[in-house]
């Protein structure tokens, strides 16, 4: 499951525009401002425009003041298999090192016949570096 999971989320981004949050895919509806932290944020309803496995139904947090997508949050608009069912998604992205990236990703699903699973994807702290070098090793000496 984990494999399928993962062979679809590679397949998902060699097709670019099939799944991106834009107006191709979406309809979007304003619920209202949120304040996290110090981070003001639009928060939208994101309703996908056909039923496809790659395009969520549910919930996306804006940063007010850059626009970029701090959370989505939702259910796939198609059922991505006959075992999967009851899906719930959750990405959230951050600025790590000068780059917006997915920091965490977490799912929830029924399958059929196992029961209830969790798959929760690494967690990166924002400001933290991405390498695997020692700290020690990656700076030059003088």
Do not use: C
Not at 48 to 59: A, E, F, I
Not at 116 to 137: K, M, N
């Amino acid at each position: 499951m984990v494999r399928e999971l993962l062979d679809r989320e590679t397949q998902s981004a060699k097709k670019g525009l099939g799944s991106q949050i834009s107006r191709t895919n979406y309809d979007f509806v304003f619920l209202r401002e949120e304040t996290f932290g110090v981070v003001p944020e639009h928060v939208l309803r994101i309703v996908p425009k056909r039923k496809d496995k790659n395009l969520l139904r549910g919930w996306i947090w804006v940063d007010a003041r850059t626009f970029r997508i701090r959370r989505i949050e939702g259910v796939p608009a198609k059922s991505p298999s006959f075992w999967i069912k009851d899906i719930h998604i959750t990405l959230q992205f951050a600025d790590v090192n000068g780059m917006w990236i997915p920091t965490s990703f977490d799912a929830m699903a029924t399958v059929r016949l196992l029961g209830r699973y969790t798959l929760a994807g690494l967690t990166i702290p924002a400001g933290h570096s991405l390498s695997t070098v020692p700290q020690e090793a990656a700076s030059p000496k003088e």
